[in-house]
């Protein structure tokens, strides 16, 4: 299934095969692993494959309340609740102090083999693909076309740190075709629950008082600029 973005100018080929009957995706609380959620899901419905099961892998920050755990428990409330589907569980794994990469990996992979997954699902997504003035260009995230993720093909199956098969559906496009998807499944008030903000999920979140997100973070620009692009501004 082909998508494109607003401008015809971003696509992706979107597809599950019937082969995985157990997928599992990284659910931030973001805007890129909320619509893919919301994707997979309508692709499952439409395509009557009540036999394949979804399980969301969030983490736990004892250090915030309201850390992804509870965002993500939200938009998984809101997506549940719109298509009615069944089949899912949500899991999770307790932040360490001490934890990096491969501490994540171990975690991830242990749930892989509890749960059988056969297929692992990424939203990860690539940094604006035009040059965007209003941007922090000098804090922006390793994942542009330097990264060597970029140059992954976007179904790996011969992935030898991921135990099973890994998808990463969006790591050639950029945020403005997320907020397309958005607005191309009619889903714009899941986005509006959705938190992209660096602060937000952090420890020091209270330092925002009561605002929902600082604004000025790599993420809430771009995600602002990705807004405003999708309505014509």
Known sequence: MILYSEDKEQSID?????????????????????????????????NKREDTKVYTITVIDPRNARGPS??????VNWILNKTKFKNFEMTYFNYDFN??????LDIQNDLI?????????????????????????????ERNKDAPRWKAPTLDTTNNECKCDYYQPFHRVDKRFMLSMFKYYDV???????????????????????????????H???RKWASLWLNGK
């Not at 509870?70 to 938009?75: E, L, M």
Request: overall charge negative.
């Open 99 to 104: 934890w990096d990469g491969k501490y994540q």
């Open 14 to 46: 979107f597809d599950i095969d019937q082969k995985y009957k157990k997928i599992m995706l990284r659910a931030s609380g973001g805007a890129d692993s909320s619509i893919l959620l919301y994707m997979i899901i309508d692709f499952l419905i439409k």
């Open 70 to 75: 509870q965002s993500v428990q939200k938009i």
């Open 220 to 222: 809430c620009r771009e």
């Open 113 to 141: 083999t509890k749960h059988n997954i056969d297929l692992m699902f990424s939203g990860n997504s690539a940094n604006p693909l035009i040059d965007v003035k209003d941007l922090l260009l000098d804090a922006m995230p």
């Open 188 to 218: 714009m008030e899941l986005f509006n629950i959705t938190r992209s903000c660096s602060k937000y999920y952090s420890y020091d979140s209270k330092d925002l008082e009561n605002k929902e997100t600082c604004g000025e973070c790599w």
